[in-house]
């Protein structure tokens, strides 16, 4: 089981940018698709981008033109970069592990992270 921590979020001012990680404890998080989720205060968790075993990737189309999901070629860190921040991006996010795309398996999630808090400031 894939165990996950997220690193990144604080405090920013509207228009800025942040680049949150998700590190695995097992080196290859590859074997996993890795999905990035964010909750804003009293609103449900949301999916928000993932990447799949082959590379490829996929974001929620609300957020596809400022969010960007990569993973570093040691294939232990998933990225994911915010440009342009806005004050609804103010949310903690989570990082999963999951052995399907969110299409196809939505609820199948075998690992969460702790979570990265993000507040744009407004």
Known sequence: QAQLVESGGGLVQPGGSLTLSCVGSERR???WTIRWYRQAPGKQR??????????????????????TI????????????IRDLKPEDTAVYY???????FLMAPQK???WG???RVTVLS
Do not use: H, M, W
């Not at 981008?49 to 590379?55: L, P, Q």
């Not at 990569?70 to 970069?81: A, C, E, G, V």
């Open 46 to 67: 949301e999916f928000v981008a993932e990447i799949y075993i082959n590379a490829k990737t996929r974001v929620a189309t609300s957020v596809q033109d400022r969010f």
């Open 29 to 31: 998080l590859a074997q």
């Open 114 to 116: 702790q979570g990265t």
């Open 95 to 101: 990082c999963a592990a999951s052995p399907a795309p």
């Open 109 to 111: 999630v075998e690992a």
């Open 70 to 81: 990569s993973r570093d070629n040691s294939l232990t860190t998933i990225y994911l970069q």
